[in-house]
């Protein structure tokens, strides 16, 4: 079976060449002190002969290591440094609370469900809810009718199922909400990639919160951080990178 460069581990394809560099400069230094057994040169030219050598032979060794070691002293410092940051930026995030730079509530485009349709089937996709998105508005939050969230729903999702094989039917502009909630993979993605924090969090922990769901990029603060209460305010990923480097 072959193997491929991905395969092979940097760290020890650099301890082999660690070994046989160290093995050839030795090699070399063996072979020059036997050849005096042969051809016994006179006066000071074996001295000559030594003191030359031994810089050479040693600044190609040493040449030859730092080429292969510097990658991985880089990367280790690369690192510790991207760790570093990684401190400063929670360190900061640590002390700007959720409730000071949330969307609040009242200033959240949304879309609320109704007791009565509970699925959407009365709420068109293109004009209660593409007609919503535009430069700034990018994502669409879909509450029940006691603004529990349920769904939120990105502008790539919604204009890539407007013009599917799926949205691509007669009565197109008939679509709605339901719609896209009969498509699983969809309905999926828009309620189990959201994070919740309760009130009193900070943007430390609504970016743990976010991190530790597999392409969450929403959050939603309530009352205790129960997905079961109602809506106070949602945090983006982007206010979390705008914040993260202010």
Known sequence: METSNEDKNPGEDRSQIAKYVLIGSTGLLALYSLSFLFIKPTGDTAEKIFTT???????????????????ENFKKANESVSKLIGQVVDEKLKNIKVEEVM?????????????????????????????????????????????????????SALYRFFHSSEGNTPDKN?????????????????????????????????????????????????????????????????????????
Not at 61 to 70: D, E, P, Q, R
Not at 140 to 153: A, C, E, M, R
Not at 187 to 207: G, P, W
Not at 213 to 229: H, L
């Open 53 to 71: 050598m031994i810089p050479v032979v040693s600044t190609w060794v040493g040449t030859v290591l730092a080429f292969y070691f510097s990658g």
């Open 174 to 246: 008939n679509l709605t909400l339901a719609d896209i909630l009969n498509n699983q993979q969809l309905s999926d993605f828009a309620s189990k990639t959201i994070a919740y924090v309760n009130k009193n969090a900070t943007l430390a922990d609504a970016k743990k919160a976010m991190e530790a769901i597999p392409k969450c990029q929403d959050v939603f603060i309530t009352e205790t951080g129960s997905a079961k209460e109602a809506v106070l305010g949602w945090i983006t990923n982007v206010i979390i990178s705008r914040h993260a480097r202010a």
């Open 103 to 155: 969307i609040p509530f009242s200033s959240m485009v949304k879309v609320t469900l109704t007791q009565a349709d509970p699925k959407g089937s009365t709420l068109n996709l293109e004009k209660n809810m593409l007609s919503l998105l535009d430069e700034r508005i990018t994502r669409i939050p879909v509450l029940d009718h006691n603004n529990i969230g349920k769904y939120i729903f990105h502008e």
